[in-house]
């Protein structure tokens, strides 16, 4: 099968500019599966700097530019399309990026299009115009559904996964008790704190970790029970924090970690009388498939696809988080025993070429 591929290497090109993760999860898993897959050549770094169509200044680039994108998609598709017939146009576009209309002229050359999104559980006004223009979103938030349908699109449900060839377990010392790597935002660095404070060697690195945000937290001691604004800060400390890792080290950093964390809070802090939107992530497959033991807070559709306590160990209040990690840091064939059965779970089930493979053959494609 020919597949035009579009898409960004990654979707955090102001933290991470020399991020390649969906080059590494999504184009090199077709490439595997054996597609002649042929790439837009485009630089979509200051696209990614003016997403929000909810932003007046972001707007003002969006009316400006998205026609140039749109020209310039046009015509490689033409040029791949006549040299070969392509079969699929996949992409992980934004509004921001193409009027619909772009996608109905592909469509109109007899290509079936499918567009990947992973941020619809907070974010999903960023897609919201273009996603009916597609013949399929792939969508891995479930309760979000209806609400593609609502728009006019044809969502399928397809959860996140990893690539087993990048995502893998390294002959490395395990130097760190617990650790994260990720943005900082949300109640991260509440978790992360209450470790610390329980004596517990907890680092983070990651985009926002080495910056204070006083105010931030304010909001959030307002929408949490039992905690009062007079407590200690719940920001983390200086020397437990690092800088964003590269693609490399963040693998790596699963091997160097006694226990690796995961959080499926999104977005910022909920106000007060909310409840904070979950999701699972990207990191959840990426964590077990790199031998990470893996401590995640608990989001029951996560259970679909690990067994807690025996693939992966869950939490739901910092004192679970505090209780489980003081346990496994104490008993480590405990810890190796349920670490090995993850990462047998992630890479025999939970690659994006399986995902690929189902998506395909859901949709009549071979």
């Not at 992973?118 to 597609?134: D, K, T």
């Not at 609502?150 to 087993?164: L, T, V």
């Not at 002959?171 to 991260?188: C, I, M, N, P």
């Not at 106000?271 to 989001?299: N, W």
């Amino acid at each position: 099968m020919k597949i035009f591929y579009a898409a960004p290497n990654t979707a955090h090109q102001d933290d991470l500019p020399n991020s390649k993760l969906w080059n590494y999860n999504l184009y090199s898993s077709l490439v595997k599966l054996g597609h002649e897959v042929v790439t837009f050549e485009f630089d979509y770094s200051e696209f990614n700097y003016n997403l929000d169509i909810l932003n007046p200044v972001h707007c003002k680039f969006i009316d400006k530019n998205r026609p140039k994108l749109g020209n310039e998609l046009i015509k490689q598709v033409e040029l791949a399309h006549r040299q070969k017939s392509i079969d699929l146009f996949f992409s992980y576009f934004y509004s921001a990026y193409v009027e619909p209309d772009v996608i109905q002229k592909i469509k109109e050359m007899g290509i079936l299009t499918i567009n990947w999104y992973c941020n619809a559980s907070y974010q999903l006004h960023l897609v919201e115009e273009i996603a009916p223009a597609y013949d399929y979103c792939l969508v891995p938030e479930k309760f979000r559904l209806e609400d593609y349908k609502r728009i006019g699109a044809n969502p399928i449900y397809c959860q996140e996964a990893a690539n087993p060839e990048v995502y893998k377990p390294h002959s490395l010392a395990q130097e760190y008790d617990v650790t994260f790597v990720g943005q900082k935002y949300g109640d991260r660095p509440y978790y992360i704190r209450h470790l610390i404070n329980a004596k517990i060697d907890a680092r983070a690195w990651g985009p926002l970790w080495e910056k204070k945000q006083p105010s931030l937290w304010r909001r959030w001691a307002r929408s949490l029970k039992n905690i009062a604004l007079n407590r200690p800060s719940w920001e983390v400390p200086a020397k437990y924090c690092g800088a964003p890792l590269s693609d490399e080290e963040y693998i790596k950093m699963y091997s160097r970690s006694k226990i690796s964390l995961g959080f499926t809070t999104v977005a910022e802090m909920p106000k007060q009388g909310e409840s904070p939107i979950k999701q699972v992530r990207l990191r959840d497959f990426e964590a077990t498939m790199s031998g990470a033991f893996y401590l995640v807070e608990y989001f029951d559709e996560l259970t679909d696809f690990f067994e807690p306590d025996k693939e992966i160990v869950c939490f739901s209040s910092p004192e679970e988080l505090i209780d489980k990690a003081n346990f496994y840091l104490k008993h480590d064939d405990a810890r190796e025993k349920i670490r090995q059965a993850g990462m047998q779970r992630a890479r025999n089930e939970h690659t994006w070429q399986k995902r690929f493979e189902m998506v395909f053959k859901q949709i009549g494609l071979t």
